[in-house]
């Protein structure tokens, strides 16, 4: 639980980051942002492996490069069910999902796949 809740803080940031570079992003306020990073993270893990296998063949004649547009349908789809999260088009989800996948690798590279057990002591 507190590994999902570490990805979620993650994500939150990385939706933050995505309202303020990214023109067409706008988010209500910062319960909004952290419900929403946990929604996504939901979504990522229950819609996403359907949709993946559902575009495998897709995804394979574009050499992977569908995947973006699949994060994008992901956090569009958030963004549909969250009342406080507002997106302008195809273009803004295209690098909110290219800012959300940066930061979350980047913060996963700082804290380790299961957490800051990484800098425990052993």
Do not use: C, D, K, Q
């Not at 994060?71 to 963004?79: I, K, P, Q, R």
């Amino acid at each position: 639980m507190r590994g999902f809740l570490l990805r979620a803080v993650i994500t939150a940031i990385g939706l933050w980051l995505a309202t303020v570079w990214v023109p067409g992003v706008h988010m209500r306020g910062v319960g909004t942002l952290l419900l929403a990073a946990v929604l996504l993270g939901v979504v990522n893990a229950i819609v996403r492996p359907i949709a993946f296998i559902l575009t495998l063949p897709l995804t394979l004649l574009t050499l992977g490069l569908f995947l973006l547009v699949l994060n994008a349908a992901m956090v569009a789809l958030v963004a549909a069910m969250l009342p406080g999260f507002h997106l302008a088009g195809l273009r803004a989800a295209l690098l909110t999902a290219l800012i959300v996948w940066l930061t979350g690798w980047v913060g996963s590279w700082f804290i380790g796949h299961h957490g800051f057990e990484r800098y425990a002591r052993r």
